[in-house]
């Protein structure tokens, strides 16, 4: 075993699900927590965070339903993309001092399986990059436009939630990649001047009046080839009506419906994807894994020069996280939110 001069710690302060939400979170949903951590086995690492990741997704784990990933547990501790650094080891793959991802977030310690790390590639961009651009959100953004819509140089992309962590990246690496036109949406007049800064060739706040209105005006009559989807609802719909023949949907999420208590309507135009030859594909990044090394080969290199750019929305503490996610579910980030420990 291989560890720092410093004296280790024996538990760890965390968040834990104290219980599930109805409708919005509220703070009394969370608790912080300490509990002991356990010793550390052959093949294991004890690992500082650094930056924890604060996802939409994280809010469907809330429900105790059954769905693509198990529910958090009342009680015990949430977990989430994550990125630290070594300061124990008992496994010949990682070494005291290396700066890892891994998946046991939303607590100031863990200790893990050394196999379940992957080593956080600092030389290229700073560690919390890896939760963010160069990390699964940046990889979902990649696969979501390449591999599941197909996107193809000379087509217009329209991108939902497009000042956030995923949407951002969509919009630029369709740019980088030969996009005749690339439109964003966003929740506040910053968001917008944000998206233009970044490349977005029109944006347009969606308080500002109905999607669909304003999308028809931003993509005029070429109409729109692919949509990225990070909303869902009044998006979806107009996105439906701006669609050329062969259009096609890559379904990332759909923070609109992610707190509803009750059923959501579907689009009321589905019919036009019959007509229009359209294809809507749900997408899960875990299903694209074996894009990764060519996801971070190009990404990197456009961060390098400049190409691509990435926002993060750092709010210090543990103890603030629970806030943090609520702030991400009410559009309070621009970018990547992350927690720093």
């Not at 951002?168 to 690339?182: D, Y």
């Not at 993509?219 to 609802?233: K, P, Q, T």
């Not at 603030?320 to 702030?327: G, V």
């Amino acid at each position: 075993m291989s560890a720092g001069t410093e004296t280790l710690p024996r538990t760890t302060r965390e968040i834990q699900l104290a219980s599930r939400p109805h409708g919005r979170p509220v703070p009394e949903n969370f608790r912080l927590a300490e509990s002991e951590l356990p010793e550390l086995q052959d093949g294991q690492v004890l690992i500082r965070n650094q930056f924890i990741s604060v996802d939409p997704y994280m809010r469907g784990r809330m429900n105790n339903v059954k769905s693509y990933s198990a529910p958090f547990a009342l009680d015990a501790a949430l977990d989430g993309g994550a990125v630290g650094e070594v300061i124990a080891s008992r496994s010949d793959e990682r070494k005291v001092g290396d700066v890892v991802v891994h998946s046991l977030g939303w607590r100031e310690y863990a200790v893990l399986d050394a196999a379940a790390t992957s080593v956080a590639r600092t030389d290229l961009a700073p560690a919390s990059a890896f939760l963010g651009a160069l990390g699964m959100t940046g990889l979902t953004a990649y696969a979501g436009l390449l591999k599941v819509a197909g996107f193809k140089p000379g087509e217009v992309v329209f991108v939902s939630g497009a000042a956030g962590a995923v949407g951002s990246l969509v919009g630029q690496i369709a740019k980088a990649m030969g996009a005749s036109k690339v439109i964003g949406s966003a929740g506040s007049p910053e968001k917008v001047a944000r998206l233009l800064e970044l490349g977005f060739d029109a944006a347009f706040n969606y308080n500002d009046g109905p999607v669909a209105g304003q999308l028809a005006e931003a993509a005029g009559e070429r109409g729109i080839d692919v949509y990225f989807d990070n909303v869902g609802g009044e998006h979806l719909e107009a996105a439906l009506s701006a669609l050329t023949v062969g259009g096609r949907v890559a379904m990332c999420g759909a923070i609109a419906q992610y707190n509803s208590t009750e059923p959501t309507p579907a689009p009321r135009n589905l019919m036009l994807a019959i007509g229009k030859q359209l294809t809507l594909k749900g997408f899960l990044v875990g299903g694209y894994w074996q894009h990764m090394a060519e996801f971070v080969g190009t990404v990197s290199a456009w961060l390098a020069d400049g190409t691509v750019r990435y926002d993060e929305t750092v709010v210090d503490g543990l103890e603030n996280a629970p806030q943090a996610f609520m702030d991400l579910l009410d559009g309070a980030n621009t970018g990547k939110m992350l927690v720093r420990i």
